[in-house]
């Protein structure tokens, strides 16, 4: 995972750093959410309304244009928070610094506009953005369980039901089963992707009076003002109507579709932690890491452990972004403001974080088909009692009396395992039984015999989910993250 930090040997620093950014989130979602991405991303919807205006008869030179153009990255960050100390308002800052290094557009900037023309269809933007590398991280993480899937589809294993003993599964119908649930969100992502709008060009309360007045009462003008700008930003309709925000009812269901993701993370994160601890399954593990201070023979799931803090904290988030959509007030109130700072940052930052675990501890997890092969042997003889039932009836056995005797022999058999802690013996009781000396135990017993359709369900899920996916999205897979333990 590219950092930019130095791990242990950095420079001790004076201020809080956040954890996300720091250990967690790539370089890229990093990168997006910064202070500088914010304020170019502001100065580009400045420079493409100056230029829509100037298309459509503004008293707006192309001189203007070129220089707003040659100053756009040029972002003094000292000289915005001079500004923002003495006017008390962060647009403005950014407004008299942009103009500061385009003097002769100063005053042909924001014309007609409100705040949230601008750092609402900034955010939609970053939004949209993120949403393309989390749905990058979705997509590899369901090719790295499909292909696990396919791998181990065969390889039987003791299933679980209340965490109990229950019906052998397979290791590959696990894996699909955490990859049906990415492959849901990754459709999320991509219905949200679809659907998102430009806020549009609105003014202070979203009737566009403003604009209204710049272009002499012309409403066709607003309009194609508005068409223009959003064309131009990469969207191809904008919301029908709004107050001055966007309904933050948008913000609810972009944090609800990360949230989900951490349901998904969180749901394999912990299934592969309880395999960790019966020695079925295990996390990669790097050859020199340590895992306890302590205990050095421990192997701990710390990747798994990470991804789940990591899932918890999204789904916390959603009610967050719920609250701000139901408490904005009429046309707008800036309750929401300070928490969006957080909120949507965070989300992403955290998702990402845990994604690219995800992604690597499901590409490089080890199984143990041995360890799984005893456990199964332990729980089997139980399991298959009515297989061995059956068969002893079809050697023609009296069904009720040979009932019995297996009944008997499985309670002698758990007594020996809860009470004593001994191993399994029905096998041998039953061996030993004359009423069952038809039987072919050897036969009856094997685990593949009692894993069901898995192996050919997984052979379906597939063909018929993952290829056609695969086939959609072909050459858009990220690379498997190298993570910094």
Known sequence: MARRRGGPSRKLRSVYESPLVARHASAEMAELFSPRRRAATWR??????????????????????????????????????????RVRHDVVAHLHAFGDAAPSARGILHLGATSMDIVDNADLILMRDALHVVRGWLLAVVDALARQAKRHR?????????YQPAQLTTVGKRASLWCWDFVRDLAAVDGLLAALRFR????????????????????????????????????????PVTGQTYSRKVDAQVIAAL???????HKMANDLRLLANL???????????????????????????????????????????????????????????????????EAFLATDGM??????????????????????????????????????????????????????????????????????????????????STVKLDEVLKPERFTGLAAQQVDAFCAKIIAPLKRRHKGTRRRIPEIDV
């Open 154 to 162: 065969a390889v039987p294993c003791l299933g679980f039901t209340h």
């Open 279 to 345: 020695k079925e399954m295990e996390e990669p593990f790097a050859r020199s890491q340590v895992g306890s201070s302590a205990m050095a023979y421990k192997r701990n799931p710390m990747l798994a452990e990470r991804a789940t803090g990591l899932a918890r904290f999204v789904i916390m988030l959603a009610q967050s972004a719920y609250q701000n959509a139901a408490e904005q007030w009429l046309e707008r109130t800036l309750d929401d403001s300070s928490n969006k700072r957080l909120l949507i940052p």
């Open 44 to 85: 580009r919807i400045w420079i493409e309304l100056a230029e829509a205006q100037r298309r459509l008869g503004l008293p707006i030179s192309a001189r203007q244009i070129r220089a707003l153009q040659a100053a756009a990255e040029k972002i003094d960050f000292n000289s915005i928070d001079r500004h923002e100390r």
């Open 200 to 239: 549009g060009i609105r003014g202070a309360t979203g009737t566009q009076a403003s604009f209204l007045k710049l272009f002499g009462g012309s409403a066709a003008k607003v309009r194609r003002l508005e068409s223009l700008v959003a064309g131009r930003l990469g969207f191809d309709a904008c919301e």
């Open 355 to 436: 994604l690219q675990i995800a992604v690597h501890v499901a590409d490089g997890w080890v199984i143990y088909p041995k360890v799984m092969r005893a456990r199964i042997e332990a729980e089997l003889p139980f399991i298959a009692s009515e297989d061995i039932l059956m068969a002893a009836v079809k050697a023609g056995g009296d069904r009720q009396a040979l009932h019995e005797r297996i009944r008997v022999h499985a309670q002698a058999a758990a007594a020996e395992v809860k009470l004593h802690g001994r191993r399994n013996d029905l096998i041998d009781r039953l061996r030993g039984d004359p009423a069952l």
């Open 259 to 265: 949230a989900n993701v951490a349901v998904s993370v």
